[in-house]
């Protein structure tokens, strides 16, 4: 079957810009994760949807950034007003139900890079 | 809290050679653990995870990694490398509790010499 996928796969832009980055877990699972990956920070979490709970938002480094959740699917992460440090692989990962042992499945990352 | 710790941002082996990455957790509660595998270029592959059910845990491709309380570690192990091996390794913490996010720890570079 599907798995997590993520688009776009590249996203290259000028320091001061919004970028959507976007997420389709797979079908039936109700949990959904946004981590990002640096040579600095290494694997970081940054947000959490869990069906109609109201997100875990503990993970995002400042108050650009912003996600949501629509239909309990598909996933958006935004970024506003972009500056370099921002540069980062950004993956998107989903569980089934998002208990502590539920293996999270990754997709293949937005590669962002800021100007 | 919990985190964990990698010992060996890279680790060096010869094709055929025991393959050993080190990972020791910190935590408070019962930990759950995993052992995630990125090849270049792609997202994050499971390989194994503990769930306390047995000490031994038996993954994908060969590998194996066993949780030791007393060490508070879960190595990863497999007996002999392959070239196709070659990845980058990454031991993480599930958090009990509230958003079950994974925890990373900062990952081992392996390369397989031919």
């Known amino acids: 079957g599907a798995g997590v996928s993520q688009s776009p796969s590249n996203k290259v832009t000028e320091k001061g810009k919004d970028v959507e980055l976007r997420c389709d877990p797979i079908?039936?699972?109700?949990?959904l994760y946004w981590y990002r990956q640096s040579l600095g920070q290494g694997l970081e979490f940054l947000i959490y949807?869990?069906?109609?709970?109201?997100?875990?938002k503990s993970g995002l480094p400042s108050d650009r950034f912003s996600a949501e959740r629509t239909g309990g699917s598909v996933s958006t992460l935004t970024i506003q007003r972009t500056q370099q440090e921002d540069s980062a692989v950004y993956l998107c990962?989903?569980?089934?139900?998002?208990?502590?042992?539920?293996?999270?499945?990754f997709g293949p990352g937005t590669r962002l890079t800021v100007l | 809290a919990q985190s964990v710790t990698q010992l060996g941002s890279h680790v060096s082996v010869s094709e055929g050679a025991l393959v050993l990455l080190r990972c020791n957790y910190s935590?408070?509660?019962?930990?759950?653990l995993f052992w995630y595998v990125q090849y270049p270029n792609q997202g994050l592959q499971l390989l194994l995870k503990?769930?306390?059910?047995?000490?031994l845990v038996k993954g994908i491709n060969g590998f194996e990694a066993e949780f030791k309380k007393s060490e508070t570690s879960f190595h990863l192990t497999k007996p002999s490398a392959h070239m196709s091996d070659a990845a980058e390794y990454f031991c993480?913490?599930?958090?009990?509790?509230?958003?079950?996010?994974?925890?990373f720890g900062k990952g081992t570079k392996l390369t397989v010499n031919p």
């Open positions: 990962a989903s569980s089934l139900s998002g208990g502590a042992v539920d293996t999270q499945y």
């Open positions: 949807f869990q069906g109609n709970s109201a997100p875990d």
């Open positions: 503990y769930t306390s059910a047995a000490t």
């Open positions: 079908s039936g699972h109700t949990a």
């Open positions: 935590s408070s509660v019962p930990p759950y």
């Open positions: 993480a913490v599930s958090v009990r509790g509230g958003s079950e996010k994974l925890v």
